[in-house]
């Protein structure tokens, strides 16, 4: 089966810094762009970072110089490291999964809780 399970969530105070991980299965993830989301309550979900499957990265204005995005294809992991982190960065944080090719499918995680408070 297809999993995309997200980890490494929880409390961290302002200024403070969290690294996210995605473990994916059941899918080619090699030959997929990946990506992080996030959303809070009453606000649409939100593009956070986006690395394709050749490694080339986009960011959020709001992130920009903050956080990094990478993937280990040797371990089929995505990561997201977060670093001066904002109370506003607090949501549910998404991994996602698109093909290269039109062809096949698009997975979501079922998210991580960050909250960034003191």
């Known amino acids: 089966q297809v999993r995309l399970v997200e980890s490494g969530g929880g409390l961290v105070q302002p200024g403070g810094s969290l690294r996210l991980s995605c473990a994916a299965s059941?899918?080619?993830?090699?030959?997929?762009?990946m990506s992080w989301y996030r959303q809070t309550p009453g606000k649409q979900r939100e593009l956070v970072a986006h690395?394709?499957?050749?490694?080339?990265?986009n960011y959020a204005d709001s992130v920009t110089g903050r956080f990094i995005i990478s993937r280990d294809n040797a371990n089929d992991t995505l990561s997201l490291e977060m670093n001066s982190l904002k109370s506003e960065d607090t949501a549910v944080y998404y991994c996602?999964?698109?093909?290269?090719?039109?062809?096949?499918?698009?997975?979501w995680g079922q998210g991580t809780q960050v909250t960034v408070a003191s």
């Open positions: 996602k999964a698109a093909p290269a090719l039109v062809f096949g499918s698009t997975y």
């Open positions: 059941g899918f080619t993830f090699s030959t997929y762009h």
């Open positions: 690395i394709t499957k050749g490694g080339r990265t």
